[in-house]
């Protein structure tokens, strides 16, 4: 099976490699109708993308997040460069990894992955949020190494369209993918906009 190097390197970003709940350290390879989905979180950012491709995929497998981040260390490009996931029989005599990715064995990440679709918004409230500024920086860019472009400035260069973010208020907010079937999904801060009424007062600035 062929996987999409972009869409690859997108999640690689959002993946953890140490965090305590195990089972997420790694990017995800779910088979659906017609092709996978590519999907990665920490708990904050969630990746997830659709590639087609007439690869059977039996059931899901996690790559271990060091792995892929290993195998994409180059520029995202827009060309179709493709990276190689194998699934490899098993043989009971021997201590043999059960696949293969780009040419390096590996035993897949353990544990039950979260059902990520249960987050994803039917629809975006379009109501003010704040987040993180690094994770905010981080969803950005994901989206935008996953639709061919080194950062998130050339992507908007490219299409001059700034509005693919979905503000969700207290909810997910969403970044869509334009040139690829992906999304971002960022989680905000929790915050009470109440806290934010009353004077603004600033030493030598209002009077």
């Known amino acids: 099976m062929k996987l999409d190097y972009n869409l690859l ?17 790694g990017v995800r390879i779910e088979p659906v109708d017609d092709g996978i989905c590519i999907v990665a979180t920490d708990g904050n950012v969630l990746f997830a993308a659709f590639q087609e491709t ?14 892929v981040q290993s195998e994409t260390k180059g520029a995202a ?3 179709q460069v493709k990276l190689g996931l194998h699934l490899v ?10 696949y293969t990715f780009n040419g390096y064995h590996f035993t897949p990440v353990e544990g039950k992955f979260p059902d990520w679709r249960r987050v994803l918004p039917a629809e975006t409230s379009g109501d003010a949020a704040i987040f993180n500024p690094g994770l905010y920086a981080l969803a950005h860019r994901a989206i935008a190494i996953a639709d061919g472009y080194k950062n998130y400035n050339e992507l908007l260069d490219s ?22 079937h992906s ?5 905000p801060l929790r915050h009470n906009h ?4 009353g004077s603004v007062i600033l030493r030598g600035i209002t009077q």
């Not at 029989?89 to 059960?98: M, V």
């Not at 208020?169 to 334009?178: C, D, M, Y």
Request: aromatic content about 4%.
């Open 77 to 79: 490009t827009r060309e």
């Open 89 to 98: 029989q098993r043989i009971p005599k021997d201590n043999a990894q059960p």
């Open 183 to 187: 999304m971002v999904l960022l989680m």
């Open 159 to 180: 299409t001059g369209d700034p509005s693919r973010f979905r503000l969700n208020g207290n909810s997910p907010s969403v970044l869509a993918g334009k040139n690829t």
């Open 9 to 25: 390197k997108a999640a690689a970003l959002v993946a953890p490699k140490n965090d305590m709940r195990y089972y997420l350290n």
């Open 194 to 197: 109440q806290e934010n009424k």
């Open 54 to 67: 007439d690869d059977v995929l039996s059931a899901p497998v996690t790559i271990p997040t060091e792995l």
